[in-house]
């Protein structure tokens, strides 16, 4: 295998944080694989988007054309193509995120190379390449060896690989000025929407009750609401319960909603899947509930109840109240 | 329109107690539905059809079980349903797969295709973009609102932090549908009775031309998988005690760590 391919994320004029992440892998794994690291930027003006990249990878291959300026798989494919052949990497990596699961699968399709998505560890021995993932809905871990193979796709999961120093390596860039994309399709990119008002900014909360599915039905918010006013506390969620309108939109925390830092963070009856611990996480306090003793959320909680959420909602206000 | 929808039978494990046998989990006590994003995309391929003059057709690869999420599906309001069934296809991976669904989808022609984002057990969020792949269609992931035009659907993709993009897609096409972009209707026992008598077109690999070298374990990228439940216990410190106890020290933990007291 040779060298590391990173595709670098950005969106709105600026660097996605999950690139750096994805450096972070690539320059850990660029030891075993023998070879460097080069990450690509396809954008409308990449030099723009290289200061962050600067000391993070030994190459970066700078591509301009107007029809990068937004993210379209049709555009990016063909473009990366060329600079596969040209780079011959042995692995290809970006992030597991919007831009990666449409980019990634349609890349390894088209190319006919070997896929692992979502991985939050990756090594490199003997000509193989062996993923850790975590699967049914993060209560169990899987351990993928693949095939030998000369180059594989890899997505990698938000959070799972560090951001690498800004001065690891010294980088050479190369800018590469494309007249003409060729796309297969006629995909079209139309414009960005913003997320709907809010009613209340569920970041700017010290405190937050958060509800997942377990909390059964809109009939049982209230509850949540009773907890969250004795403390002076917002109500936040997690997506299932946005998706089905028991809460707004607005509350939802996590990758596709918001990413909250409160002082105290209590959740309820949500099992922590990655999308929703990416919003969380870095909360000051962590204080879980949940039946289930191995629900993936205890692994990121700092203080956890096994029990049941409507048990323990009615006894904390009157705790409080008491 | 002409719709078709990829649809998976998966395990409910939120609440369950899983254990790992063979390097599978064990699915013998495991409630078994349709995946959560997959019923987002059966609702709106109704819709869709609905609103257009069209019918939709449900698949999916499974074992015999798996019928449930397609008589699901004709209860939805689906008028076709396919089963690719056979041992053969145990251990494929998502392109395997995706060769599997275009080799069954032959010279049939949709007008679009759906998917889910993803499957809930295994979250690889691949195999559809694949099968757009093998049948070179234009394709776009992560739908929470599809309009129709003429021969073109305009799709808004949710991206990361509460924004989301427009994107317009030439017909025929393939979309993963994002959970929330519809609410999904209810689906009775009366309802799956109805459609009970209706056939469902069963396809073994070599009905859709596939040799043994071309399915399964042999034509997947994958040599080898372990399964592993992670330790109990790591992470959160783990309040013990009666639900009295516990109750009170979280209460203490939250004024003291929320600037309460
Ligand atoms: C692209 C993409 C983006 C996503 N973005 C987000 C996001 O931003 N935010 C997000 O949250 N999710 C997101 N998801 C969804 C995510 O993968 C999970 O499906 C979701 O977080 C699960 O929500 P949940 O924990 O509430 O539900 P479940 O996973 O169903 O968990 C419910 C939990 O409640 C517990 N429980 C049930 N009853 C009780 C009770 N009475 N007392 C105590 N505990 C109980 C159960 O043991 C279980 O652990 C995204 C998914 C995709 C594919």
Redesign the pocket.
Known sequence: MSGVLVIAEHRQGELREATLEALGAALELAPQTGRQVVTAVLADDPQALAGPLMGRTHGLRLMAHPDLTAFNPEMYLPVLEDAIAAAEPGLILMPHS?QG?DLAPALAGRLGLPLVTDCIGLTYQDGALTAQRQVY?GKVSETLVLKPASMYVCTLQGGAFEAPETSAVDTAGEEITLTELSPAHARRFVEYVAGALEDVDIAAADILVS??????GPENVPLAEELADALGATVS??????DVGWLPKSR???????TVRPKVYLA?????????Q??MKNSGTIIA????PR???FAVAHYGLV??????LPKLKDKLAG | MDILVLVKNVPEV??ADLEIEDNQIDLEDLVMGIN??DNYAVEEAVRLAEASGGGVTVMTLGDEEAEDVLRRGLAMGAGRAMHLCDEEFEGSDPATLARAFAAAIGDESYDLILCG??S?DL?Q?STGVLLAQVLNLPFAT?AIGIETGEAEITVTR?LEANTSERVVLPLPALVTV??GINQPRYVSIMGIRKVRKMTIGLFEADDLGLDEDQVGEEASQVAGRALALPEVGEGAEMLNGSLDEICGRAVEIIREKGGLS
């Open positions: 919007s699961m809905g509800v997942g599915r377990g909390i059964g969620c997690s997506r299932p319960v946005a939802q925390v996590g990758t596709s909603g918001k309820l009856g949500i099992s922590g899947a990655f999308q929703h990416a919003g509930v949940n039946k289930d629900a993936p959320i029990a049941d959420l409507f048990e323990v | 939120a609440e959560e994003w984002v993803q809930s979250g969020a992560m949710e994002q959970s």
